[in-house]
């Protein structure tokens, strides 16, 4: 247990469904983070929320659109996805506001399907 | 083009054999983690190194951080089957704005 739940941990969704992913970190840290992690690619980081203010956007498509409603929460909402969509979306948390390098925390995961 | 190259992408060896895993990069960077990523969990942070020619030691795991802070690597002596996983090196640099860059990863398979 590293101190970080994502729900669900597993998600099928059709291409015009929407759903979200929930991620919620029990540290009291105060930096949250969404990853996309592909086979056969890096880690990738999506959206930073660096004391509830979202930080960085890393030219992710507008279909997934993150909220940040305080310190412990962080979701990822999602519309209208397409295939390559499909991979394991990583919620993380680090003590120092994001920017400080610091030690990130990841949650188990949601692997994501889209069909 | 990686910034952070990882090899070998696939290692599979037998119990009790010895492994090394690099991590390389053109850039210097100001700190160096390593995670182990198990199948269906998220990483999970084995070592943070900071300072160049750095070496750490966690029981069978020693890793190394290049003088000149452009390069790590993580050895393992006598590797178990609990030492299965997904292994990641993630580093800040001056132009990730704080934020850590990942590498693709090593498959290490023990086999008992």
């Known amino acids: 247990e590293t101190g970080v739940t994502q729900t669900p941990r597993h998600l099928v969704m059709g291409m015009t469904n929407k759903k979200s992913l929930k991620c919620e970190q029990h540290?009291?840290?105060?930096?949250m983070y969404w990853y996309k992690q592909s086979a056969k690619k890096p880690l990738e980081l999506m959206f930073v929320y660096s004391l509830e203010e979202r930080v960085e956007n890393n030219s992710v498509p507008s279909r997934f659109s993150p909220e940040c409603p305080n310190s412990s929460h962080l979701f990822l909402h999602l519309h209208t996805l397409q295939p390559e969509d499909s991979a394991l979306y990583l919620c993380a948390s680090s003590q120092s506001p994001a920017g400080a390098g610091d030690e990130q925390y990841f949650g188990p995961g949601t692997r994501l399907t889209v069909t | 083009t990686q910034l952070l190259e990882q090899s070998p992408q696939f290692l599979s060896i037998q119990e009790g054999e010895n492994l090394t895993v690099y991590c390389n990069s053109s850039s210097v960077f100001s700190s160096l983690q390593w995670y182990r990523q198990e199948p269906g969990e998220g990483p999970v942070l084995l070592v943070t190194?900071?300072?160049?020619?750095e070496v750490k030691k966690l029981k069978r795991l020693t890793f190394q951080f290049g003088d000149a802070r452009k390069d790590s690597s993580l050895h393992i002596t006598a590797a178990q089957p609990g030492d299965t996983g997904l292994y990641l090196c993630a580093g800040v640099w001056g132009g990730s704005q704080g934020n850590l860059i990942f590498g693709k990863g090593t498959k290490l398979s023990v086999k008992p």
């Open positions: 540290l009291g840290h105060n930096a």
């Open positions: 190194v900071v300072t160049g020619g």
